[in-house]
């Protein structure tokens, strides 16, 4: 996939942060000697928070100099996390080991990190007293976020605190040359956590590694099995069996939305996907997410009901003993899968597991080391080159963004969707993990129980709250309750800002926010927005020519209906009795009251939503006429076009009306009606070339030179490296999210920095 274009920048910078066992160790001098040999300007300090380090050059040697600052770094060094964001070049001359910057030394709370290399030897080792542990780590790997419930982090304020440590276990925790140097979930057999196979109503059946190998067996019999793993449960089948994948399915009443894949080794997750560079170092990395990697054509062995219709797969590979141990005793993939219901929280506690998965799980392979907060997989994708985070969570939540000005303390409470928070403290951003759609009472309690946890985390008390403008937001109505100064920000604004803030850009800029929904200025549904964003705020300055949502909600989940909503916008009357699949989609007695709704405006907001049109052009294509998740329609448009080289585009129309310049898809519609082409990837080529060509038109209407992508569309690849490229060609540079979801993931983020920006304007 992608479009074949090049990101090549000249020059780049690249700022990293690496932590881990980094200070102490000559890491350093390495850094050093490594942008040296490779000509690349910039510079090396320590922080309180680890490594930083920038660096300047030419943009694939850049790249060269983060992958082997991991490949080449010092023997006894260890990374733990590191963080790479790319940015404009300033301009430095050499490159210089700075001094340490000084500043408040902030603990910083370490994410929980997949197991390293020498713990996962330890439990392989017949001879090790760790032989099988499954929950065996050192100071280098192991639960962190999951377990702390205060700073500073000692054992006794993390969930490990009821286990006393063996004498064995001591020595090494207080022997500074040990791996186990003041580690503080370090535990053995004799003195840590067990393991147990309960059945499915609890009831203990098989204990340590009987119960994880009853537990396999369980699924090669094509059971489901629910793990509680590091952050909370997975449920995992057999991914080859396709009954056990399609029972898990019924079961969890998730029909088609793919499922990820837990490979036992790196070698078997390549059996079945490809992987770039990049794609490798993020599989292996101690953040051990969730990696979106094209299908191989041709690989077989996997069930088809584990992603049906999907040219890419989600991939992780074991991140804990636990999972190690698992996978290597059933020695080919499963599903995992968070442990919840559709859209609720993961279950995080056995107990409450047995009851909210009661009739999904078989068994439960269970332990009493307590999870204190859920943290889901994260989940990351190549795009332009570089990394996307999809889903911050495991592995990257709580690590800060680092901005470049001190931060006035704010707290930002995100949207509606895919919610997260964010807090500002001195020159970072922390944005907790992924929390979920804030739609039922258990990702409300979610919610404000990770905002508890911000606050006494990290000492924080924020003078004022962020949060969306839309009234029925539970975030925003959250916020009213706080009696705190707060800061309403339209949706789409909040998009632009996040992306704005992880590249260090200052306004102005022209931004692109395409996405499902935000609740616009003018009271209707925002959603493929271009704006003109300055220090005051933003004006919008372009965006889709609206159209009707009849049913508004069930006009999200049948792609149908906004496609007949478009036909309606062109044709009227006449579009109800048009020959195309859409209609035909339709039973006359659906047909009848929709054009009442659509006549009168019934439960039918206006909407200028770039998602819906994605939606609407994959039922004009018959791919997808009712999804059933959100986002399945645009998803497998984007899919249609897997393998489709074609540059052309379909004819549009930028019109000047009063309120901003209107990008009109009805050429586009009308195209698509009139060419018909067999191969919809074609179609789906031309549709996402169309879309770009627009932007990048209003674009030169506008001419202001930096322009930035955001909103849950960027999630498309090709969409994001089209739009990147054609941008370039055209003279702009455009910027797009790295360390920070597009989608509202995000939003949080761009919250807090529309609160700073307000604060500047109060000073002036
Ligand atoms: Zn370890
Ligand atoms: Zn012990
Ligand atoms: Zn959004």
Redesign the pocket.
Known sequence: MGSNQPFTDDVVRVQVAIRGAVQGVGFRPFVYRLAQELGLCGWVNNSAAGVLAEAEGAAPTVQAFVRRLEADRPEISIIQSLEATFLDPIGYAGFEIRESTGGEKRALVMPDLATCPACVAEIFDPGNRRYRYPFTNCTNCGPRFSIIAALPYDRAATTMHRFA??????HEYQDPSDRRFHAQP???????PQLALWNGNGREIARQHDALVAAAEAIRAGKVVAVKGLGGFHLMVDARNECAVRELRTRKRREEKPFALMAPSFELALTCCSASDIERRLLRSPECPIVLLPRLPGATGLAAAVAPGNPTLGVMLPGTPLHHLLLRELGFPVVATSGNLSEEPICTDEHEAVERLRGIADVFLVHDRPILRHVDDSVVREVCGRELVLRRARGFAPLPIQLDNVLTPVLALGGHQKNTIAAAVDQQVFISQHIGDLENEGSLQAFKSVIGAFKSLYDFTPEAIACDVHPDYLSTQYAEKTGLPLVKVQHHHAHILSCMAENHLRPPVLGIAWDGSGLGSDGTVWGGEMLHVTSAGFRRVAHMRPFLLPGNAKAVREPRRVALAILYEIFSDKAFTLDLPVVRAFTATELGPLQTMLRQRLNTPTTTSAGRIFDAFASLLNLRQVASFEGQAAMELEFALAGTKDDNSYPYVIRDESDALWMDWEPVVRAVMTEPVSDPGIVSARFHNTLVDMAVEVAKRMGEKNVVLSGGCFQNRYLTERMVSRLRASGYRPYWHQRVPPNDGGLALGQIMAAQLQGEMRKD
């Open positions: 440590m063996c004498e064995a276990c001591a370090n535990a053995c057999p004799a003195c840590g």
